[in-house]
């Protein structure tokens, strides 16, 4: 229960409530933002690898794939999650054209909630026609937060290094995973405060009484929670 006293004796309720209506916007969670023309990979049939592990639970939209060189070649991007035990949780292939030296968001068919705590692997591979560069990024953090978020990058165990173009901590082709939070806000009651010498009667405004409650109602992936307020005098 989360409780507050107002600072005038006298508070009336505004009716009827007004409802907010609000969610978790995604953000990119970098690991590195520092790519180079110059410091590029050739294409293999190995995936980029990265492990990673959440603070809290949220939801994945896609990662972020570095591009190729030279730019605006059409390639074959192929992303996934797996768990660190080796199960595969989501992926996606897609036909793709990098615009520029930098890199692109690629996105899952849908958001999928990783638990906090746990260890994930997320992978990139490129493929294409011919031979074509692909860029890296470098200085990777091994810790970073995002948006109240902390996540913590680490180099895959040897058997996944092995089957892997050698990405590390410090460099690779995956510098970013997009997110959301599972928490979403659905409604807040709008609540109107009004000094007066004695309180009012009459339906449009009553007065607050010691105690008096109300909700803010939260969804938390597809599942609804209220959190209550209270009024003291």
Same mark, same amino acid.
């Given at each position: 229960?989360?409780?507050?006293?107002?600072?005038?004796?006298?508070?009336?309720?505004?009716?009827?409530?007004?409802?907010?209506?609000?969610?978790?916007?995604?953000?990119?969670?970098?690991?590195?933002?520092?790519?180079?023309?110059? *410091?590029?990979?050739?294409?293999?049939?190995?995936?980029?690898?990265?492990?990673?592990?959440?603070?809290?639970?949220?939801?994945?939209?896609?990662?972020?794939?570095?591009?190729?060189?030279?730019?605006?070649?059409?390639?074959?991007?192929?992303?996934?999650?797996?768990?660190?035990?080796?199960?595969?949780?989501?992926?996606?292939?897609?036909?793709?054209?990098?615009?520029?030296?930098?890199?692109?968001?690629?996105?899952?068919?849908?958001?999928?909630?990783?638990?906090?705590?746990?260890?994930?692997?997320?992978?990139?591979?490129?493929?294409?026609?011919?031979?074509?560069?692909?860029?890296?990024?470098?200085?990777?953090?091994?810790?970073? *937060?995002?948006?109240?978020?902390?996540?913590?990058?680490?180099?895959?165990?040897?058997?996944?290094?092995?089957?892997?173009?050698?990405?590390?901590?410090?460099?690779?082709?995956?510098?970013?995973?997009?997110?959301?939070?599972?928490?979403?806000?659905?409604?807040?009651?709008?609540?109107?405060?009004?000094?007066?010498?004695?309180?009012?009667?009459?339906?449009?405004?009553?007065?607050?009484?010691?105690?008096?409650?109300?909700?803010?109602?939260?969804?938390?992936?597809?599942?609804?929670?209220?959190?209550?307020?209270?009024?003291?005098?």
């Amino acid at each position: 229960m989360i409780g507050f006293r107002p600072t005038r004796a006298h508070i009336v309720l505004s009716w009827p409530f007004f409802y907010i209506f609000s969610s978790s916007a995604p953000f990119n969670c970098w690991r590195s933002t520092i790519s180079s023309d110059y *410091q590029s990979w050739p294409i293999t049939d190995k995936f980029d690898k990265i492990a990673f592990t959440l603070s809290a639970d949220h939801y994945v939209l896609g990662v972020r794939v570095g591009s190729t060189f030279p730019e605006r070649v059409d390639v074959t991007v192929t992303i996934k999650i797996t768990h660190s035990d080796g199960v595969l949780i989501v992926t996606k292939t897609v036909q793709h054209r990098f615009p520029d030296w930098t890199s692109d968001p690629i996105y899952f068919d849908q958001a999928v909630l990783l638990s906090g705590g746990q260890q994930y692997i997320a992978a990139s591979l490129v493929e294409a026609p011919y031979n074509v560069l692909l860029r890296k990024y470098k200085e990777g953090e091994s810790t970073v *937060q995002c948006s109240g978020l902390i996540v913590t990058f680490s180099t895959v165990s040897s058997a996944e290094f092995a089957d892997s173009n050698g990405s590390n901590v410090l460099e690779g082709r995956v510098p970013a995973l997009i997110l959301r939070s599972p928490w979403q806000i659905l409604s807040v009651p709008f609540i109107k405060h009004h000094r007066v010498s004695s309180l009012p009667t009459g339906s449009q405004w009553s007065g607050i009484p010691d105690g008096w409650e109300f909700k803010i109602s939260l969804f938390y992936g597809s599942q609804l929670y209220f959190l209550p307020f209270r009024f003291w005098r």
